[in-house]
């Protein structure tokens, strides 16, 4: 699908994927983009959660080193309890950490006071979350505009009416949540995240909802969306097919950065996960 061309040359940011080294297949502990002269939209060094303490203790990121690289699409993928929604989240700047640093772009979050962080959160970040997050008094077209709207900024109307176009709601814009189905409510949100073309998008199985075609014509727009205007996306999924639209995958188990696959397939992400669980490592 072709897409129209980024307003004001997109920040300064570089058009086109990025490049890679092709022979990263095997297993790393840290990973590091820091010689590569591609910019970071967002980086997380030595990032530690844990939850409680005594015998509740739960390390849920065990000293996580990663770089999201502008322009890239990487999935995140592990079992269930590996720590995805923790690393989102406090990478994003939704959810507080206990050791390390964060930082999106130049800046770093633990340096920041609360209306900063919120600030940034809603000027540089776009979310996509399992449980929608819509305003339920306001339209589906409100709901999409509200980061724009409260930020004071006007939306690029022949973005905005792509992306409308793309997630296939141009005839719910008047309904409210409501009234729309749960995989509609889904777009919305996806539409949302995509409307303001922020420095980076967080999805947190952003097609979990939807059926697989509407999943995969969402997977194909976030895909062109970081091919042809360079944005950056992170999106937590369980599902290798959808994990085979990013440019990266890296692999969560017990808190830790056990794996990452470039240029990733279905079957290869099935491929390596059957691997992990014969070592036992991911159950
Ligand atoms: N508020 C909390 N208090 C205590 N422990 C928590 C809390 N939130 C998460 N955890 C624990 O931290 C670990 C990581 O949780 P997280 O939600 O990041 O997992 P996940 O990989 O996203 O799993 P899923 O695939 O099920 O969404 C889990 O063991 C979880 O029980
Ligand atoms: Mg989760």
């Not at 690289?69 to 929604?85: D, H, N, R, V």
């Not at 999924?237 to 397939?265: C, E, K, N, W």
Request: charged share 25%; glycine share 10%.
């Amino acid at each position: 699908m072709p897409l129209p061309r980024a307003p004001a040359a997109r920040r300064g940011r570089r058009a086109g994927p990025v490049p890679y080294e092709p022979t990263l297949e095997s297993p790393v502990t840290t990973m590091s983009t820091a010689h590569r002269a591609t910019a970071v939209a967002a980086r997380a060094t030595e990032l530690s959660k844990v939850y409680g303490e005594g015998e509740t203790k739960v390390t849920a990121l065990d000293r996580v080193t990663v770089d999201f690289p502008q322009g890239e699409f990487t999935a995140i993928m592990g079992p269930s309890g590996s720590g995805k929604s923790t690393l989102m989240h406090c990478v994003a700047g939704l959810d507080s950490f206990t050791g390390g640093s964060v930082r999106i772009g130049e800046t770093e979050l633990g340096s920041l006071k609360d209306k900063q962080l919120t600030q940034l959160r809603r000027d540089k970040i776009g979310f996509i979350f399992q449980a929608f997050n819509l305003l339920p008094t306001l339209s589906a077209l409100e709901n999409i505009t509200l980061p724009m709207d409260i930020a004071g900024r006007k939306p690029d109307q022949d973005w905005l009416r792509k992306v409308i176009e793309m997630v296939g709601l141009a005839d719910r814009l008047k309904h409210r949540p409501t009234e729309l189905s749960g995989g509609q409510q889904q777009r919305v949100a996806v539409a949302r995240a995509l409307a303001s073309q922020p420095e980076i998008i967080f999805g947190d199985e952003p097609t979990g909802n939807l059926d697989s075609r509407s999943g995969a014509e969402v997977l194909g727009f976030l895909r062109n969306s970081v091919r042809e205007l360079g944005q950056t996306v992170v999106m937590v999924t369980h599902d290798p097919a959808a994990a085979s639209y990013a440019d990266r995958v890296i692999f969560l188990a017990d808190g830790a950065i056990v794996d990452q696959m470039m240029h990733p397939t279905a079957d290869g992400v099935l491929d390596r996960m059957k691997a992990f669980d014969s070592k036992g490592r991911t159950s």
